[in-house]
T-cell receptor, first 119, second 115 residues
């Protein structure tokens, strides 16, 4: 599946570093998502952007800062992370209605993820 | 609030045997239902989804799932397992009204296929 790409695929960072994860979708979608996948836990929705506007922020610590400069790109800026933030970070995208995105049938397509290790 | 339960975090089957992965949801109104598969070191790939209409849904790679409202279930099956089916499978739900396009995932079932 090459519709949604993520870079880097692997990242090791110290707790004082600043890094960014990048996601790009080539599907012409209008909504993009960040998920966190930790071992033995369900996928956790972190952020949702629809038409480049953040519509969901699930009580994520401020050390995670999303950015959506356009409908094709989504970033997750990381700073002063903790070891418990080590996880697989997945990006997804979906089509959404121009007049509102609450239609319910939009399938989310996922990227391959970035495996993050915080030391 | 919605929740999704996947019974069995690990399932092991022999090659050629029936695959049955269980998913139950809890919500007052039947939600939209999805199955995703995740191969090692990859993201999630949609296998199939149920939105409306026929309750038996066919997906990719020979998988199918049946929505049973009376049992609040959406179990995933495949008649004959193949080695390439070894992966982690996630059931997910999305409310039909309200809540935006937010998926709630189960904890996943790791499928192992043995010779």
């Amino acid at each position: 599946e090459t519709g949604v790409t993520q870079t880097p695929r692997h990242l090791v960072m110290g707790m004082t570093n600043k890094k960014s994860l990048k996601c790009e979708q080539h599907l012409g979608h209008n909504a993009m998502y960040w998920y966190k996948q930790s071992a033995k836990k369900p996928l956790e929705l972190m952020f949702v952007y629809s038409l480049e506007e953040r519509v969901e922020n699930n009580s994520v610590p401020s050390r995670f800062s999303p950015e959506c400069p356009n409908s094709s790109h989504l970033f997750l800026h990381l700073h002063t992370l903790q070891p418990e933030d080590s996880a697989l970070y997945l990006c997804a995208s979906s089509q959404s209605a121009v007049s509102g995105w609450d239609r319910g049938q939009e399938t989310q397509y996922f990227g391959p993820g970035t495996r993050l290790l915080v030391l | 609030a919605q929740s999704v339960t996947q019974l069995g975090s690990h399932v092991s089957v022999s090659e050629g045997a029936l695959v049955l992965l269980r998913c139950n949801y809890s919500s007052s109104v039947p939600p939209y239902l999805f199955w995703y598969v995740q191969y090692p070191n990859q993201g999630l790939q949609l296998l199939l989804k149920y939105t409306t209409g026929a309750t038996l849904v066919k997906g990719i790679n020979g998988f199918e799932a049946e929505f049973k409202k009376s049992e609040t279930s959406f179990h995933l099956t495949k008649p004959s397992a193949h080695m390439s089916d070894a992966a982690e499978y996630f059931c997910a739900v999305r409310p039909r009204t309200g809540g935006g396009n937010k998926l709630t995932f189960g904890t996943g079932t790791q499928l192992k296929v043995e010779l």
